[in-house]
């Protein structure tokens, strides 16, 4: 009869276990555990890089003097978690509040010619521009529509408003429509959607477009080099366009400009809201509101045809169409949507 450690002798042949083996056991595990607390645990956060707006620029730039930071009455800054945010309150202290959201390019001097008749009209006015556009700092950061509607609820908090009526251009028009679909309790009870993007189709955005709202591109258009060509083109000709001249030259000189326009055509509030807006059209029908929109017939930039596709998702929405009217339309019918906004803001709910 075989002992044991015969057998197992027999079993594992000139296979001993070696002590370096042990001891590589013994230690790995020590080292791993040890590597991951030394990787994961001590690193602290990653620090918030902001790049500067137009306030930094001399006065006497060109940018400035189309749009200086007191282009409205009432004007500051207010430190958010994502930076300074510039905004301006216009109209009776007394009056309705109403907050204009603008689209992805052109800050808050889109309103220009919208807003004064807003609070001629008795309503107290909020414009700011949004974070990586005119006075507003741009945070290093994704731009989707949670960094944007957290930035009106926390300027909505600051100004001391409990609620507003909300009112969007473009890209504002789905900040708008999210915002009220998340803080239905900051909305007072209509909210106005013009040209509204949000439910955008690759199909209308050119290659060029997706292109350069590439990670690539924007690492590119982000460098030192790039931004010297942009200044250099910007300090050429005038086009004699003053809010084409504005996009140009934070285009050049705004470090963080390119990269939040970028970063909302990719994962910013151009596309893929139909849930907002459905959730926009259950909240205020339930809570007995009311949905405008404003569209222009020959709008290139989100056609028409969308003004469909939302009212599918807000069948109870006003539609007010401007015949001829392009996606500019607060600028060049600036007259017919302050008058379909006024009339449609002092409406009694139904």
Same mark, same amino acid.
């Given at each position: 009869?075989? $002992?044991?450690?015969?057998?197992?002798?027999?079993?594992?042949?000139?296979? /001993?276990?070696?002590?370096?083996?042990?001891?590589?056991?013994?230690?790995?595990?020590?080292?791993?555990?040890? #590597?991951?607390?030394?990787?994961?645990?001590?690193?602290?956060?990653?620090?918030?890089?902001?790049?500067?707006? %137009?306030?930094?620029?001399?006065?006497?730039?060109?940018?400035?003097?189309?749009?200086?930071?007191?282009?409205?009455?009432?004007?500051?800054?207010? =430190?958010?978690?994502?930076?300074?945010?510039?905004?301006?309150?216009?109209?009776?202290?007394?009056?309705?509040?109403?907050?204009?959201?603008?689209?992805?390019?052109?800050?808050?001097?889109?309103?220009?010619?919208?807003? /004064?008749?807003?609070?001629?009209?008795?309503?107290?006015?909020?414009?700011?521009?949004?974070?990586?556009?005119?006075? $507003?700092?741009?945070?290093?950061?994704?731009?989707?529509?949670?960094?944007? *509607?957290?930035? %009106?609820?926390?300027?909505?908090? +600051?100004?001391?408003?409990?609620? &507003?009526?909300?009112?969007?251009?473009?890209?504002?028009?789905?900040?708008?429509?999210?915002? #009220? &679909?998340?803080?239905?309790?900051?909305?007072?009870? =209509?909210?106005?959607?013009?040209?509204?993007?949000?439910?955008?189709?690759?199909?209308?955005?050119?290659?060029? *477009? =997706?292109?350069?709202?590439?990670?690539?591109?924007?690492?590119?258009?982000? $460098? +030192?080099?790039?931004?010297?060509?942009?200044?250099?083109?910007?300090?050429? =000709?005038? *086009?004699?366009?003053?809010?084409?001249?504005?996009?140009?030259?934070?285009?050049?000189?705004?470090?963080?400009?390119?990269?939040?326009?970028?970063?909302?055509?990719?994962?910013?509030?151009?596309?893929?809201?139909?849930?907002?807006?459905?959730?926009?059209?259950?909240?205020?029908?339930?809570?007995?509101?009311?949905?405008?929109?404003?569209?222009?017939?020959?709008?290139?930039?989100?056609?028409?045809?969308?003004?469909?596709?939302?009212?599918?998702?807000?069948?109870?929405?006003?539609?007010?169409?401007?015949?001829?009217?392009?996606?500019?339309?607060?600028?060049?019918?600036?007259?017919?949507?302050?008058?379909?906004?006024?009339?449609?803001?002092?409406?009694?709910?139904?």
């Amino acid at each position: 009869m075989s $002992s044991p450690s015969r057998g197992l002798t027999t079993f594992l042949p000139d296979m /001993p276990p070696s002590s370096a083996f042990q001891w590589f056991l013994l230690v790995c595990p020590a080292v791993i555990i040890l #590597a991951y607390f030394f990787t994961v645990f001590p690193q602290s956060p990653d620090t918030l890089y902001i790049h500067p707006s %137009l306030a930094t620029l001399p006065k006497t730039s060109p940018s400035r003097l189309i749009y200086p930071d007191d282009f409205y009455d009432g004007g500051a800054y207010v =430190k958010l978690p994502y930076g300074s945010v510039r905004y301006w309150l216009i109209g009776p202290e007394d009056g309705k509040p109403v907050a204009l959201i603008h689209g992805l390019s052109v800050p808050a001097i889109i309103w220009k010619d919208v807003a /004064p008749q807003l609070a001629a009209n008795g309503y107290r006015v909020l414009l700011y521009d949004l974070y990586g556009r005119g006075y $507003s700092d741009a945070p290093q950061t994704t731009y989707d529509a949670n960094l944007y *509607t957290t930035q %009106l609820a926390l300027l909505l908090q +600051y100004v001391g408003w409990s609620k &507003a009526n909300v009112v969007g251009v473009s890209m504002g028009g789905g900040i708008a429509a999210a915002f #009220a &679909a998340q803080f239905p309790h900051l909305v007072t009870d =209509k909210v106005v959607l013009i040209a509204s993007a949000g439910l955008m189709e690759s199909s209308d955005m050119s290659r060029t *477009t =997706k292109f350069l709202s590439s990670p690539l591109m924007q690492a590119v258009s982000s $460098s +030192y080099p790039f931004r010297l060509y942009l200044q250099y083109l910007a300090n050429q =000709k005038s *086009t004699g366009n003053p809010i084409n001249e504005l996009v140009r030259y934070q285009s050049a000189f705004l470090p963080g400009y390119n990269p939040a326009l970028a970063s909302s055509i990719r994962e910013g509030p151009l596309r893929s809201l139909a849930p907002q807006f459905a959730a926009l059209g259950r909240q205020s029908r339930k809570n007995n509101g009311s949905v405008l929109l404003i569209w222009g017939t020959a709008d290139q930039v989100v056609p028409y045809r969308y003004s469909s596709r939302v009212k599918a998702l807000i069948p109870h929405a006003e539609l007010v169409t401007i015949e001829g009217g392009q996606h500019d339309i607060t600028i060049s019918h600036a007259d017919e949507v302050s008058r379909a906004i006024i009339n449609f803001l002092g409406r009694e709910p139904s």
